[in-house]
């Protein structure tokens, strides 16, 4: 520990979720110099890593799981952040300012920081408990698929999001046969325009990977000898498609029971105001279980990305360390929301929050491959979507955290230069 700025009496933090928000806060806090007891429920038996490369390298590497992790134990001991691992917190006692955990016991906080992530959605259809019927969000989910993918060769994927489209990537590259089914009409359709879905299409067409859009999954269907093992998928036009494995990757829903449980407002997320704080000042909510008002969207989102889960837990522990005298000077939660996706040789990049467009203008810059998708809400950019343009993508970031002006028209136009544009603004002041 460094710089230590607080005497060490007190519960101090109490942080439920050991995923990559709960970590950063406790990091976070260490490193501007916190003494207090800083302690993480994980209920996960495992120290924190990182969820990104479980889709695509983990699954179809032989890579192992220290490769994931976000630091290692010493670093735990080293800064004294407590890690209980394999435990949870059950409910939470505002008024005493102390949780009970699952394992008996209870743990008092001055502040308790809800970082408790989200869980994936479970389709209610007949099957689902097959064994070969897989999920995809924790560590342990990645390595039961990759222990399945050896005597698998004929591989459904429900769900065409960013995961399933990202498992289908690299399970081409293992030379499985792969088919993603999508109940919409389009590929990524939260999270992308009508361009880019079009366009990642026909790139994963391209790789070999078959792709069913307006289907949905209606069962699975087990072996005829009745050994409990998936065999083939029952689709919504009542045909069927044999599998070896299912992976059903169809989103996520936030775990925001134990703070609706605890009397805070919840829905489709634990509600934060602006410094992710909840109805009691002593309670904060950050990363994937986490609802706010995002100023991007100019509504309430939850968003499930690392640069959301960080930047919240960053403003979470200045906000504990100014103490609650000088909490009013810490600025309100504003970073340009950002979030990438890797599907085989593409990198997908999202500045924004592009959902809400109603113009997008493509610059396909003569190269197969690569884009950038300008995302305007009437005259207003709010969002760049590129795929293999990282140097725009960081300009996009710049742009939308500086608000500088793009027009459409200019945005439209050929040979438009986004480096140059934004070079011209600068030189303008
Ligand atoms: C396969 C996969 C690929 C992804 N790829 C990308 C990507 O490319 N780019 C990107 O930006 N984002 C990606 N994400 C999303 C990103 O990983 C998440 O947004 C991020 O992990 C959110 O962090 P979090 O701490 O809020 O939640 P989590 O990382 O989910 O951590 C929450 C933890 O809290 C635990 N918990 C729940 N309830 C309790 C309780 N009551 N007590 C104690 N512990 C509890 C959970 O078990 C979990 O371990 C991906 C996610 C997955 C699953």
């Given at each position: 520990m460094i710089g230590l700025t607080t005497p060490s009496t007190g519960s101090g933090v109490v942080i439920a979720g050991g995923g990559q928000a709960g970590f950063q806060v406790a990091a976070s806090l260490r490193q501007s110099g916190y003494a207090g007891p800083v302690t993480i429920i994980s209920k996960e038996a495992r120290l924190p890593y990182q969820r990104p490369p479980?889709?695509?390298?983990?699954?179809?590497?032989?890579?192992?799981?220290?490769?994931?992790?976000?630091?290692?134990?010493?670093?735990?001991?080293?800064?004294?952040?407590?890690?209980?691992?394999?435990?949870?917190?059950?409910?939470?006692?505002?008024?005493?300012r102390k949780v009970q955990l699952a394992g008996g016991g209870h743990l008092a906080y001055d502040h308790l920081v809800l970082a408790t992530g989200a869980a994936n959605r479970v389709l209610p259809i007949e099957g689902k408990d097959l064994a070969g019927v897989h999920q995809l969000r924790t560590a342990e989910d990645a390595e039961e698929l990759r222990a399945g993918l050896a005597g698998a060769r004929r591989i459904v994927i429900a769900g065409g999001g960013f995961i399933g489209l990202e498992v289908a990537a690299a399970l081409r590259s293992l030379e499985k046969d792969v088919t993603v089914i999508e109940a919409a009409e389009r590929l990524m359709g939260r999270t992308v325009s009508r361009e880019v879905s079009a366009f990642f299409l026909?790139?994963?067409?391209?790789?070999?990977?078959?792709?069913?859009?307006?289907?949905?999954?209606?069962?699975?269907?087990?072996?005829?000898d009745g050994n409990g093992r998936a065999r083939a998928v029952r689709l919504s036009d009542g045909s069927e498609l044999p599998a070896d494995l299912v992976l059903i990757a169809a989103g996520v829903l936030p775990n925001d029971q134990l703070a609706a449980e605890a009397g805070l407002a919840a829905d489709n997320g634990i509600l934060v105001n602006s410094h992710m704080t909840t109805a009691d000042p002593r309670i904060f909510a950050?990363?994937?279980?986490?609802?706010f008002h995002s100023p991007f969207a100019e509504r309430i989102v939850r968003l499930e990305s690392v640069q959301n889960a960080v930047d919240q837990a960053k403003l979470v522990a200045r906000k504990i360390i100014a103490g609650d005298e000088a909490a009013d000077t810490i600025e309100p939660y504003r970073a340009v929301p950002w979030f990438w996706s890797d599907q085989g040789p593409f990198k997908l990049q999202i500045v924004g929050l592009t959902a809400g467009a109603d113009h997008v203008e493509i610059a396909s810059l003569g190269e197969a491959g690569k884009l950038v998708a300008y995302c305007f809400k009437g005259d207003r950019l709010i969002g760049i979507e590129t795929v293999n343009r990282p140097g725009e993508h960081m300009l996009g970031r710049r742009i939308l955290a500086e608000d500088l002006a793009v027009a459409r028209t200019e945005a439209a136009?050929?040979?438009?230069?986004?480096?140059?544009?934004?070079?011209?603004?600068?030189?303008?002041?």
């Amino acid at each position: 520990m460094i710089g230590l700025t607080t005497p060490s009496t007190g519960s101090g933090v109490v942080i439920a979720g050991g995923g990559q928000a709960g970590f950063q806060v406790a990091a976070s806090l260490r490193q501007s110099g916190y003494a207090g007891p800083v302690t993480i429920i994980s209920k996960e038996a495992r120290l924190p890593y990182q969820r990104p490369p479980l889709s695509k390298t983990y699954i179809k590497t032989d890579a192992t799981f220290d490769s994931l992790l976000l630091k290692a134990e010493s670093f735990f001991d080293k800064n004294a952040i407590g890690f209980r691992a394999g435990e949870w917190v059950e409910a939470i006692d505002r008024e005493a300012r102390k949780v009970q955990l699952a394992g008996g016991g209870h743990l008092a906080y001055d502040h308790l920081v809800l970082a408790t992530g989200a869980a994936n959605r479970v389709l209610p259809i007949e099957g689902k408990d097959l064994a070969g019927v897989h999920q995809l969000r924790t560590a342990e989910d990645a390595e039961e698929l990759r222990a399945g993918l050896a005597g698998a060769r004929r591989i459904v994927i429900a769900g065409g999001g960013f995961i399933g489209l990202e498992v289908a990537a690299a399970l081409r590259s293992l030379e499985k046969d792969v088919t993603v089914i999508e109940a919409a009409e389009r590929l990524m359709g939260r999270t992308v325009s009508r361009e880019v879905s079009a366009f990642f299409l026909d790139e994963h067409r391209r790789m070999g990977t078959d792709i069913r859009l307006g289907t949905a999954l209606g069962a699975i269907v087990g072996d005829v000898d009745g050994n409990g093992r998936a065999r083939a998928v029952r689709l919504s036009d009542g045909s069927e498609l044999p599998a070896d494995l299912v992976l059903i990757a169809a989103g996520v829903l936030p775990n925001d029971q134990l703070a609706a449980e605890a009397g805070l407002a919840a829905d489709n997320g634990i509600l934060v105001n602006s410094h992710m704080t909840t109805a009691d000042p002593r309670i904060f909510a950050i990363g994937d279980c986490a609802a706010f008002h995002s100023p991007f969207a100019e509504r309430i989102v939850r968003l499930e990305s690392v640069q959301n889960a960080v930047d919240q837990a960053k403003l979470v522990a200045r906000k504990i360390i100014a103490g609650d005298e000088a909490a009013d000077t810490i600025e309100p939660y504003r970073a340009v929301p950002w979030f990438w996706s890797d599907q085989g040789p593409f990198k997908l990049q999202i500045v924004g929050l592009t959902a809400g467009a109603d113009h997008v203008e493509i610059a396909s810059l003569g190269e197969a491959g690569k884009l950038v998708a300008y995302c305007f809400k009437g005259d207003r950019l709010i969002g760049i979507e590129t795929v293999n343009r990282p140097g725009e993508h960081m300009l996009g970031r710049r742009i939308l955290a500086e608000d500088l002006a793009v027009a459409r028209t200019e945005a439209a136009r050929d040979g438009f230069d986004l480096r140059a544009h934004v070079a011209a603004l600068q030189a303008r002041g």
